[in-house]
């Protein structure tokens, strides 16, 4: 009930393509999505969040889909830079509460 | 956004040595502050959830004799690991929560030698 699922475990994406990351949970009480950044060496940070009222959200290049009634949500970075290359987790929470991690996507995008 | 720093970034120390981790929040107070250890290319995993003025709650088969937590302040987190082994190297991560959202800090890389 409390794992969130994430796929894939690795991405390589060309320069300029589209990255995608899926996560599914099983808990209802689940309220809160945020999808967290790790640069090696460094600690995660917040990217972009998404609550289950709307079924989408986007900021500059990276969006976030939602689908309530499956009970998963993406994330697409769009234009992928090398840049982007790091491991990104989502997350799952209720009420700001009990945050669940997902086990993390290595991204490379390639030059 | 909020700001959580951690000192040191990184240490080194003998075994059966002790170190002190603090994770600090710069411009919020923390009610709740999280203890996470992270292996290479692995996830965060949960070690403990620090509660200021209580004991910490430690996560199954973290034990809490070797991973002392203090939450003495709204804006401090100290763990502190002791009689430490080389199998106590790992990268430790402090985050804290604050407006529904959790602010991690930059983590300690630690090795044990």
């Known amino acids: 009930q409390q794992q969130v699922k994430q796929s894939p475990q690795s991405l390589i994406v060309q320069k300029g393509g589209i990255s995608i990351i899926n996560c599914a949970y099983e808990n209802t009480a689940f309220d809160y999505f945020p999808w967290y950044q790790q640069f090696p060496g460094k600690g995660p940070a917040l990217l972009i969040a998404?609550?289950?009222?709307?079924s989408e959200k986007k900021e500059g290049r990276f969006t976030i889909s939602f689908n309530k009634s499956a009970k998963q949500f993406s994330l697409h970075i769009m234009d992928s830079q090398p840049g982007d290359s790091a491991t990104y987790f989502c997350?799952?929470?209720?009420?700001?509460?009990?945050?669940?991690f997902g086990p993390g996507t290595r991204l490379s995008v390639l030059p | 956004g909020a700001v959580v720093s951690q000192h040191p970034s990184r240490v080194i120390c003998k075994s059966g040595t002790s170190v002190k981790i603090e994770c600090r929040s710069l411009d919020f107070q923390a009610t709740t502050m999280f203890w996470y250890r992270q292996f290479p290319k692995q996830s965060l995993m949960l070690m403990a959830t620090?509660?200021?003025?209580?004991?910490?709650?430690?996560e199954q088969g973290v034990e809490k004799d070797k991973f002392l937590i203090n939450h003495a302040s709204l804006t401090l987190s100290t763990l502190t690991v002791t009689s430490a082994h080389p199998e106590d190297s790992s990268f430790y991560i402090c985050?804290?929560?604050?407006?529904?959202?959790?602010?991690f800090g930059p983590g300690t890389r630690l090795t044990v030698t």
């Open positions: 620090s509660n200021e003025g209580s004991k910490a709650t430690y």
């Open positions: 985050s804290a929560e604050g407006q529904s959202e959790q602010y």
């Open positions: 997350a799952a929470s209720n009420y700001g509460q009990n945050f669940v």
């Open positions: 998404i609550r289950p009222d709307v």
